[in-house]
């Protein structure tokens, strides 16, 4: 552009558009436009980038709270070193978040401190940067909550909440005994993701062969849970001890006992 002429219109249109970041930027990038002999279109590109950008940063902020993580951990953070049974590659392709492209869940098992809960977090949290909804709950957590909305009339609406994200994360499925209610109401949410195609994480300490009693004692629905589960899915058997108690043991630090573990 070759000369800097302000038009009222522009301001007006931005403000009524709601289009905040680029009434705020509009000067300054007039002012770069011609510095640099901007075309028009590239004018626009930059004011466009810059009111997209704002927007991803809203919505990310937004998503994030939303996500309900119990806390932040990013792929980067992960020692795969320790955990030499988790295929690095793997989960970096996991990365890639094409999994939720086509539904597939990621199964994610071990014993307590194995890292599961971290590498659920960290490709939740993927999603999360794009500005896509993610949602986690523990499975005791999600029945609970289900639970009670279901006595207060408001079943469909909390589905819905659990139905919608791009991606769901059920974390320690298995650590609690589900009562018979309770096993339905996951089972529901498993069904109702898998008909609409929607991914899932799923965090367990249970071997498979041992999900009929997760689902209250009734194989039936804990193998059609499973079938729906293991459909398109990617299986992640973390075999080994927990992180916690490594570094712990690498600190040399006093257990209650008194002694020190080596
Ligand atoms: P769980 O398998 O019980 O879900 P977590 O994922 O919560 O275990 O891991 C317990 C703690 O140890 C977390 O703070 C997590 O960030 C950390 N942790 C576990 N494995 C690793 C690892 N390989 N590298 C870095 N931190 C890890
Ligand atoms: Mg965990």
Redesign the pocket.
């Known amino acids: 552009m070759s000369n800097l002429v302000f038009s009222e219109k522009a301001y007006e249109g931005l403000e009524k558009l709601g289009l905040e970041t680029a009434l705020l930027q509009l000067d300054q990038t007039s002012q770069m436009a011609v510095a640099e002999n901007w075309s028009y279109t590239e004018f626009l590109g930059h004011l466009l980038d810059g009111e997209l950008a704002e927007r991803l940063r809203q919505n990310v902020r937004i998503a994030y709270k939303m996500a309900r993580f119990p806390?932040l951990?990013k792929l980067d953070?992960?020692?795969?070193d320790?955990?030499p049974s988790i295929d690095r590659k793997l989960v970096d392709e996991l990365a890639n978040l094409r999994f939720t492209e086509d539904g597939r869940n990621i199964i994610l098992l071990?014993p307590?401190?194995?890292?599961?809960?971290?590498?659920a977090v960290a490709l939740a949290s993927l999603i999360v940067e794009q500005g896509r909804r993610a949602y986690f709950s523990t499975a005791s957590d999600m029945v609970r909550k289900l639970d009670k909305a279901a006595r207060e009339n408001r079943i469909h609406r909390a589905m819905q909440m659990l139905v919608h994200p791009s991606l769901l994360v059920i974390?320690e499925v298995g650590y609690l005994q589900l009562d018979k209610a309770e096993a339905s109401m996951l089972f529901q949410v498993i069904c109702k993701r898998y008909d609409k195609k929607q991914s899932m994480i799923i965090?367990s300490n249970k071997a498979f062969s041992q999900w009929g009693d997760i689902f209250a004692n009734d194989p039936v629905m804990a193998s059609a849970a499973l079938d729906r589960l293991l459909h398109k899915s990617t299986v992640i058997n973390?075999k080994g001890e927990s992180?916690?108690l490594k570094e712990k043991k690498k600190a040399g630090i006093r257990l209650e006992g008194g002694e020190i573990m080596s």
């Not at 953070?77 to 795969?80: I, R, T």
């Not at 307590?112 to 590498?119: E, F, N, Q, S, V």
């Open positions: 806390y951990k953070d992960f020692d795969f320790v955990q071990g307590p401190g194995t890292g599961k809960t971290h590498l974390d965090t973390i992180y916690r």
